[in-house]
């Protein structure tokens, strides 16, 4: 196991002036922080996932995965901007601090906020209760190899309504 360590949010929020929906997990792996991108990974299944869900080819470098992201209007970011955690185990998370949202939310229209793992979505609600009150807020499960008890195609179904929120 991995000793706790401070971690310091390295990576900026992707989002543009057309962002309509907010994606949120809660602190990059270790394996994302060295790539310099979200969900890097090669076992996380959120590129796999979203690919699938819009029924196109899965985003591989963080070039076409910015590209992706902002075609369908999605933010993505994460709600800590630093905490103390093992390796990549949200279990583990302790002192977080949380990112200032207002950075992505006074720019772009966000209609609505999806957190990935129950983790995130605990500390959404925490940190950014105001937040919370005024936007649809919907926690989806975690991609991450972790979460081995989702297949595929359950994962794909319960990130649905990320796809329904950019289709109103």
Not at 32 to 44: A, D, I, L, T
Not at 83 to 95: H, L, N, P, V, Y
Not at 118 to 135: G, H, I, S, V
Request: hydrophobic fraction near 45%; glycine fraction near 4%; proline fraction near 9%.
């Amino acid at each position: 196991m991995n000793e706790p360590c401070r971690i310091a949010h390295p990576l900026a929020p992707i989002f543009d002036e057309h962002s309509r929906v907010l994606v949120l997990g809660t602190m990059p792996s270790p394996v994302s922080r060295e790539v310099g991108f979200y969900y890097g990974h090669p076992q996380n299944r959120f590129w796999k996932v979203l690919g699938a869900l819009f029924d196109e080819p899965e985003p591989r470098t963080n070039e076409e995965r910015t590209a992706f992201l902002l075609a369908r209007r999605i933010a993505l970011w994460d709600v800590l901007a630093s905490c103390t955690i093992e390796g990549a185990s949200d279990a583990s998370i302790a002192d977080p601090v949380p990112n200032d949202l207002s950075t992505v939310v006074d720019v772009a229209p966000i209609e609505a906020v999806f957190t990935t793992g129950a983790k995130a979505a605990t500390l959404y609600r925490r940190f950014d209760a105001d937040l919370a009150e005024r936007l649809v807020h919907t926690a989806l499960p975690s991609t991450s190899p972790a979460n081995a008890r989702m297949r595929m195609p359950d994962l794909i179904a319960a990130y649905q309504p990320l796809k329904d929120a950019l289709a109103i």
